[in-house]
């Protein structure tokens, strides 16, 4: 535990020297208040993420990662805290300028697909650019078919997702995701429906994505086999930050010891 | 504009939902158009009937003269000696005729018939009333100072006495006495109150005056008078009432023994009515455009929870409220608009028909369909004003969602 507190302040001087945060979380606090009691969701967050990481956020259900999930994603806002994404102080924006920055910077893939109905693939995948400004039709084709290409359903462009596998259609989203170019790729369990073929397939393209590409990728899960694969661990329970190493036996060990702990 | 194809695609997904929203705006714009367009035929039917009358006719007439508060009925003032002086006399006067009644039945062979109408005419009749003949010929102004024993006769009597043999030339015999056949008017058909008009005998008025009524006195019933033009109407009646008031010795003051009137006028209430008639149609019609509206509102408020997931996922990647406010209103619009082009045409094919029907059922009548041009384009931005109105609520409540509770709805 001193150790690895120890190796992640190295690190955070090591990186600070090299590179800016992309990512700079100060004190976040999100209270949710639903009228009768207030719900304190996160306690106090800090946390740098730099270009390039591959993060895991686990922790158990109402530990608070989704909260952070959605605040890191632009979705929310904290109730307080600072948050800089690449260095622009984003935590307090409206919601115009922040549906801007997921459009521009932030590329989401959810549990359960969350593509359009009744849609194709192709069309799905240019949405993201039908609210970015200036991109014009026969663009927005073309980067869209390059995009499916790339995740390996060039011969899908027509199909809606009921005509896809889980898979296929997760692969959808990620190419949604990606097509804006953004430096940040968040992941909502993304193979939280998916059998675990499938889900290694998943996962080994934001590996290539992360590795190739420099993505910035962080990825909620409880599957500690997923989050084996990311580069740092962030633990969450109880709504603050338990756990910060790229060990996942050490994340988990620590999970669970609070458990015990608070179990008694 | 991107938006715009947005709406578009979100419409095509669900064709039959759209059908049925739309549905009460058709309804509601079909409604107004044909009400209008009916009320427009009216009027214009109320207008060519006034045309049929003649053209610029002014109408005078004998007043009852009062004396000390005592109305002295049946005093005949106007005589055609002053209809002869208005028909000369006055510059903006083109033609008049003195106008007697007569009444009886018409005999020829063995057949005998009442003619609603017989009247003792002068020579300027046809022009007044702008009746063309359609055989023969009209009297003169010497059938008229020899009081002939010539008439000229409407179609229902051609049909009624004369069947398929021709009238001119006949001799026709009223109170016993006999008339020749000079002419036959052309069909006219019923007027604005359903009277048939071709029910008439045209005599000179000097003939029904001597021979049929054994009078010695030239008064006449009424006076038909015709102005140059339009524009001249109110001259002519301005000059017709100077010079029957100084004909008539009336002072300034003293009550006219006569009464000048302008069909125009008349033309003018009847079109008011007919003006307010449609209104009112046109506004009852218009609730069911307003029921319209809110079927549209209420349709986009289920499709707003229904693709509460789908504002979520647009929301997500990069939607700007204001995005998804413009787009469930377009939609809103789109559908109206649709709405109202449908329901425009509709209107159109049920006035057209209607306007059939109602000259089928009411012979002679000839309605016009009136489709009018500024009507479309009224009801066409009414319909889309309907839209924005009553899209605007559920497309604002659509921005507001919050996009992660949109993503989690179910």
């Avoid at chain 1, 976040?28 to 740098?48: P, T, W």
């Avoid at chain 2, 002519?236 to 002072?251: F, K, V």
């Avoid at chain 2, 990647?317 to 209103?329: E, M, S, T, W």
């Amino acid at each position: 535990m001193l150790l690895s507190m120890h190796r992640f302040a190295c690190d955070e001087r090591d990186e600070a020297r090299i590179s800016m945060a992309l990512i700079e979380l100060r004190d976040i606090r999100k209270i949710y208040d639903l009228g009768e009691v207030q719900v304190e969701a996160l306690r106090g967050v800090s946390l740098d993420i730099h270009q390039g990481e591959h993060l895991a956020l686990v922790g158990p259900s109402g530990s608070g990662k989704s909260t952070l999930m959605n605040m890191v994603g632009c979705l929310d806002r904290p109730t307080s805290g600072s948050y800089r994404l690449a260095d622009e102080e984003v935590g307090n924006l409206t919601a115009d300028r922040r549906a801007r920055i997921r459009n521009r910077r932030i590329g989401f893939v959810f549990q359960n697909f969350n593509l359009l109905a009744r849609t194709s693939a192709l069309e799905n995948v240019e949405l993201p650019l039908l609210y970015a400004a200036s991109v014009s039709a026969r663009e927005r084709r073309r980067r869209a078919i390059a995009m499916l290409e790339r995740v390996g359903l060039g011969d899908r462009l027509g199909h809606h997702p009921g005509q896809l596998s889980g898979g296929q259609q997760q692969r959808v989203a990620i190419a949604r995701a990606l097509i804006n170019e953004p430096s940040l790729l968040m992941g909502d369990e993304p193979t939280g429906n998916l059998d675990s073929r499938t889900s290694r397939e998943v996962i080994e393209l934001f590996q290539r994505l992360n590795e190739d590409n420099g993505i910035t990728v962080i990825l909620v899960t409880h599957d500690p086999e997923i989050a084996r694969n990311a580069k740092r661990i962030i633990a969450l329970r109880d709504g603050v930050i338990v756990q910060d190493t790229p060990d996942i036996d050490l994340a988990w060990s620590s999970l669970h010891s609070q458990e015990q702990e608070v179990e008694p | 504009m991107l938006t715009f194809r947005v709406a578009i695609r979100a419409l095509a997904k669900n064709k039959m939902r759209a059908g049925l929203t739309i549905l009460g705006v058709v309804i509601g714009i079909a409604a107004v158009t044909t009400m209008v367009s009916i009320g427009q035929s009216a009027s214009q039917m109320v207008q060519s009937q006034f045309e049929m009358l003649g053209t610029n006719v002014i109408v005078v007439r004998p007043a009852s003269r009062r004396s000390g508060g005592v109305q002295i009925a049946g005093m005949p003032s106007l005589t055609a000696r002053d209809v002869e002086a208005i028909r000369t006399e006055c510059p903006s006067v083109m033609a008049a005729t003195a106008m007697v009644r007569a009444g009886g039945q018409v005999i020829y062979g063995n057949t005998n018939w009442s003619p609603s109408e017989m009247w003792g005419v002068g020579p300027d009749y046809l022009t007044v009333r702008n009746w063309p003949l359609r055989h023969g010929g009209f009297f003169t102004e010497r059938d008229v100072s020899s009081a002939a024993k010539v008439c000229v006769i409407g179609q229902t009597l051609v049909r009624e006495l004369f069947q398929t043999s021709d009238p001119l030339g006949q001799t026709i015999r009223i109170a016993n006495i006999p008339f020749e056949v000079i002419g036959v008017l052309e069909p006219k058909g019923v007027n604005l109150f359903g009277q048939e008009q071709d029910n008439i005998v045209l005599m000179p008025y000097t003939t029904v005056r001597k021979r049929l009524q054994g009078s010695e006195f030239d008064h006449v019933h009424l006076a038909m008078v015709s102005a140059r033009s339009m524009q001249q109407m109110s001259d002519a009646q301005n000059e017709i009432t100077h010079l029957l008031l100084e004909r008539h010795r009336i002072h300034p003051g003293e009550p006219a023994d006569f009464e000048v009137q302008n069909t125009d006028e008349f033309a003018r209430v009847l079109g008011m009515i007919t003006g307010t008639m449609t209104m009112l149609l046109a506004s009852i019609a218009g609730i069911s455009l307003i029921v319209g509206g809110v079927g549209i509102m209420n349709i986009m408020l289920v499709s707003v929870t229904e693709r509460t997931r789908e504002i979520g996922i647009r929301m997500a990647v990069g939607a700007r409220p204001k995005d998804i406010l413009r787009q469930f209103l377009i939609e809103a619009v789109l559908l109206s608009c649709i709405g109202g082009l449908i329901g425009f045409a509709l209107g159109v094919a049920a006035s057209t028909g209607l306007t059939m029907l109602i000259n089928t059922l009411s012979s002679g009548s000839e309605w016009q369909v009136v489709i009018s041009v500024p009507a479309g384009i009224i009801a066409f931005l009414f319909a889309a004003a309907v839209g924005i109105f009553f899209g605007y609520y559920p497309a604002r409540r659509a921005s507001r969602l919050d996009p992660i509770e949109s993503l989690r709805y179910e």
